[in-house]
């Protein structure tokens, strides 16, 4: 979904594979540059110089260091799995498609914890209330976690998962990343929609 902020606004996509690897490369420096030297050192000079381009080079695809981080948050939600790629996952590692869909939003930018509370910040930003919210839905059910919920069963599941991934990821809590994190929001998740009645994806481990 495209940001709606015009001050987040990408200039333009990459189309060919050498456009591809710089803006990649431009992403994985502010990562970088964020999580090791902290925002006073996340400037697009400094974004460009470790990526290796040019400045000029950074800003044919981005205007400014926020539309870069609007960029990072959009390219990791395009990596959460669909529902049917869950399942081929969990019959293959005999965990539920419900462990494996939640792991895979607990462990965006797992390397990168104060990149993606900044990404996340600035996504936040430039979507809007509303826009935030189509993207939560979509991603719910997208992942299967909506069959047979009612619309307020989906409100609230939703913003009970994104509210506590996201609150962990702004806190920087040292728990995000541990199997007991995991364990809990497995829990909650089941707990809610066993007592919903939705059981499609609260089978197995």
């Known amino acids: 979904m495209a940001a709606k902020n015009p001050s987040v606004k990408q200039r333009r996509h990459p189309q060919q594979a050498r456009a591809n690897s710089t803006y990649d490369a431009i992403l994985i420096a502010a990562a970088q540059i964020l999580e090791r030297h902290g925002e006073p050192a996340f400037t697009t000079?400094?974004?460009?110089?470790?990526?290796?381009v040019s400045i000029g080079s950074l800003y044919q695809y981005f205007q400014n260091k926020q539309a870069i981080l609007v960029a990072l948050a959009e390219r990791e939600e395009t990596r959460l799995p669909s529902n049917e790629r869950l399942t081929a996952s969990?019959?293959?590692q005999n965990e539920s498609a419900l462990r494996l869909g939640l792991r895979a939003y607990i462990?965006?930018?797992?390397?990168?914890?104060?990149?993606?509370?900044?990404?996340?910040?600035?996504?936040?930003?430039?979507?809007?209330?509303?826009?935030?919210?189509?993207?939560?839905?979509?991603?719910?059910?997208?992942?299967?976690?909506?069959?047979?919920l009612s619309d307020t069963d989906r409100f609230v599941l939703s913003r009970a998962i994104t509210g506590v991934v996201q609150s962990a990821v702004r806190e920087q809590h040292v728990a995000l990343s541990s199997r007991a994190f995991e364990d809990s929001l497995v829990r909650l998740v089941r707990a809610f929609l066993q007592s919903a009645g939705s059981t499609d994806l609260v089978s197995a481990t």
Not at 45 to 52: C, D, L, M
Not at 126 to 143: H, Q
């Open 45 to 52: 000079n400094r974004i460009a110089e470790r990526a290796g």
């Open 90 to 92: 969990a019959e293959r």
């Open 107 to 148: 462990t965006l930018l797992p390397d990168h914890p104060a990149a993606r509370a900044k990404a996340l910040d600035e996504i936040t930003k430039a979507r809007g209330p509303n826009g935030v919210a189509s993207e939560i839905d979509a991603r719910c059910s997208k992942a299967g976690l909506y069959e047979g």
